[in-house]
């Protein structure tokens, strides 16, 4: 199965600040089949991002995804207070899919 | 409203069952694969199994496979998932979740998960 790594495991931010988390993966990923999920404490999961760079409707364009193969980002431009949040990455090219361990984005 | 509400959770010793399910309004279920995802305390996240539009293929992760079962009710706009032999590891929050489109996608849907805790 494809281990998915993401760094760092917390980030310490201010409002306002630029975030950039990784994730990368053990082997390529399908047709860039990664995506992206905020969760908030005692919430489910929500998707942001899907095929590495396809913005879910609604999310802010503060948000974007990249990458290709084997590393992935997601960036969020100007941090605001609702982000701060634990994100996961997903592959789904690959059976079975798989998460990354999340990058918590705590506030500095 | 397009939600997914989850049910059936609970406390069971080692060795038990539980069948926890899943109800769809808002939307026709019975157009996309189905998941089950669940989350230990205090980790990450982890695909369970999912189920095919009309039943017909289920897919499993290696850890429950042989001991959990997912099926569907397209008539109730429902999921389950039947967990037998439970172990103290498959303690965990679990979520229900809409595939967008493919047997293995992004997840576009969630419930709100249903507490499943193994003890004695």
């Known amino acids: 199965e494809i281990v998915l790594t993401q760094s760092p495991g917390t980030l310490s931010l201010s409002p306002g600040e630029r975030a950039t988390l990784s994730c990368r993966a053990s082997?390529?990923?399908?047709?860039?089949?990664i995506a992206w999920y905020q969760q908030k404490p005692g919430l489910a999961p929500r998707l942001l991002f899907f095929?590495?760079?396809y913005r879910v409707t609604g999310i802010p364009d503060r948000f974007s995804g990249s990458g290709s193969g084997t590393d992935f980002t997601l960036t969020i431009t100007r941090l605001e207070p609702e982000d701060f949040a634990v994100y996961y990455c997903?592959?789904?090219?690959?059976?079975?899919?798989?998460f990354g361990q999340g990058t918590e984005v705590e506030l500095k | 409203e397009v939600k997914l509400v989850e049910s059936g959770g609970g406390l069971v010793q080692p060795g038990g069952s539980l069948r926890l399910s899943c109800v769809g309004s808002?939307?026709?279920?019975?157009?996309?694969?189905m998941s089950w995802v669940r989350q230990a305390p205090g980790k990450g996240l982890e695909w369970v199994a999912n189920i095919k539009q009309d039943g017909s293929e289920e897919n499993y992760v290696d850890s429950v496979r042989g001991r959990f079962t997912i099926s569907r009710d397209n008539t109730r706009n429902s999921v389950y998932l039947q967990m037998n032999t439970l172990r103290v590891e498959d303690t965990a929050v679990y979520y229900c979740?809409?595939?967008?489109?493919?047997?293995?996608?992004?997840?576009?849907?969630w419930g709100q998960g249903t507490v499943v805790t193994v003890s004695s």
């Open positions: 808002g939307f026709s279920l019975s157009a996309y694969w």
């Open positions: 082997q390529s990923v399908r047709a860039n089949h």
């Open positions: 997903q592959q789904y090219g690959d059976s079975p899919p798989t």
């Open positions: 095929g590495a760079s």
């Open positions: 979740a809409k595939n967008q489109l493919l047997i293995h996608d992004a997840f576009n849907l």
